[in-house]
């Protein structure tokens, strides 16, 4: 029989502020010359910005299911290409959220291959409503990042 940690994916770790989630690169990645295709790499920061929250205690489903129900939308998002990845790559996405001013959240973001960077990423994501009007973030997020958010970088 096998527990609950063996079958739940990794939500990656957390070093100081930064949050760190492995990725390897497969087939289906890669476009015809076996490099990652550039729109992978929106997916790659994605499951990084959402994982971190997971690690934290919040979940994209419990926002959902707050008395006044929330979420996040990306609202401006600047990729720099450094390096192209390529099948089989082992990867780690590294996510630090800077601040949270508002409804917006800043979020520095960058993949790594062992020391080489590969790309960075800024990110401004704003808590919407469902109606999609910018909210502040609840307080459990808020309370979640705290922590985070008072270690020295």
């Not at 929330?70 to 959220?97: E, N, Q």
Request: net charge positive; with cysteine.
């Amino acid at each position: 029989m096998t527990s609950p940690a063996q079958t739940d994916p990794s939500a990656g770790w957390l070093v100081g502020r930064e949050h760190q989630l492995p990725v390897r690169i497969y087939y289906e990645d890669t476009d015809f010359t076996g490099v990652v295709y550039h729109a992978n790499y929106l997916r790659y920061f994605e499951r990084g910005r959402s994982d971190f929250f997971r690690l934290v205690g919040v979940s994209h489903s419990s926002l959902l299911e707050q008395p006044a129900p929330s979420a996040f939308t990306v609202t401006r998002i600047t990729v720099d290409f450094k390096r192209p990845a390529r099948i089989d790559d082992a990867l780690l996405v590294r996510t630090t959220y800077d601040a949270i001013k508002g409804p917006r959240l800043m979020i520095s973001q960058r993949i790594t291959r062992a020391e080489e960077l590969i790309a960075t990423a800024q990110v401004e994501a704003a808590c919407i409503d469902l109606n999609g009007r910018a909210i502040r973030p609840p307080v459990s997020l808020k309370k979640a990042l705290d922590p985070i958010f008072s270690v020295a970088p």
